[in-house]
T-cell receptor, first 113, second 110 residues
Framework: DGGITQSPKYLFRKEGQNVTLSCEQNLNHDAMYWYRQDPGQGLRLIYYSQIVNDFQKGDIAEGYSVSREKKESFPLTVTSAQKNPTAFYLC????????????FGPGTRLTVL | EDQVTQSPEALRLQEGESSSLNCSYTVSGLRGLFWYRQDPGKGPEFLFTLYSAGEEKEKERLKATLTKKESFLHITAPKPEDSATYLCAVQLSGYSTLTFGKGTMLLVSP
């Protein structure tokens, strides 16, 4: 089955620790995205990548880092510099053809203890 | 600043009671408007894309329409399984990224 997988589903982190969230897709999509969702808020873009080895900051990139070494994978690292990391993190991917629609993974809920 | 506003924030309907959700936008150069459905604790599920004013798309009990300033998601004779948060997002010309509204939480009671 084609789709987007995110792991883990739930993640707990102590303050001061970096943590990496995994996102993998087998849809052969060129573009991948990371969003953050907080209660009562819309999805906010953290980083996106339109091609391997290239990525751009979104609206709220501070305290986060990404890499895109393979087309299928776009991991997100939440660093200790992120002041309020507890949130629901969503990964998405898209392809220009035929419609450029973004498809989402199931999400990772990160809680900082 | 580009903005996407969804209303109402929450809507409670009785089963069979039709209604509409609104998504208004103030952007320059709309490429497409997207509707998603999101169940609690899950990722958004794609519903529709609309590209030009006057366009309509339907899927089961849902119909999405687009004007130059807003989009409506009409829900006809809803069922309890239609309960979810409905998200609207816009994509600007020349960009692949989306700007999302805060969503409308729909609850359909039996």
């Amino acid at each position: 089955d084609g789709g987007i997988t995110q792991s883990p589903k739930y993640l707990f982190r102590k303050e001061g620790q970096n943590v990496t969230l995994s996102c993998e897709q087998n849809l052969n999509h060129d573009a991948m995205y990371w969003y953050r969702q907080d209660p009562g808020q819309g999805l906010r873009l953290i980083y996106y990548s339109q091609i391997v080895n290239d990525f751009q900051k979104g609206d709220i990139a501070e305290g986060y880092s990404v890499s895109r070494e393979k087309k299928e994978s776009f991991p997100l690292t939440v660093t200790s510099a992120q002041k309020n990391p507890t949130a629901f993190y969503l990964c998405a991917s898209s392809s220009e053809e035929p419609t450029d629609t973004q498809y989402f993974g199931p999400g990772t809920r990160l809680t900082v203890l | 600043e580009d903005q996407v506003t969804q209303s109402p924030e929450a809507l409670r309907l009785q089963e069979g009671e039709s209604s509409s959700l609104n998504c208004s936008y103030t952007v320059s150069g709309l490429r497409g408007l997207f509707w998603y459905r999101q169940d609690p604790g899950k990722g958004p599920e794609f519903l529709f894309t609309l590209y030009s004013a006057g366009e309509e798309k339907e899927k089961e009990r849902l119909k999405a329409t687009l004007t130059k300033k807003e989009s409506f998601l009409h829900i006809t004779a809803p069922k309890p399984e239609d309960s979810a948060t409905y998200l609207c997002a816009v994509q600007l010309s020349g960009y692949s990224t989306l700007t999302f509204g805060k969503g409308t939480m729909l609850l359909v009671s039996p």
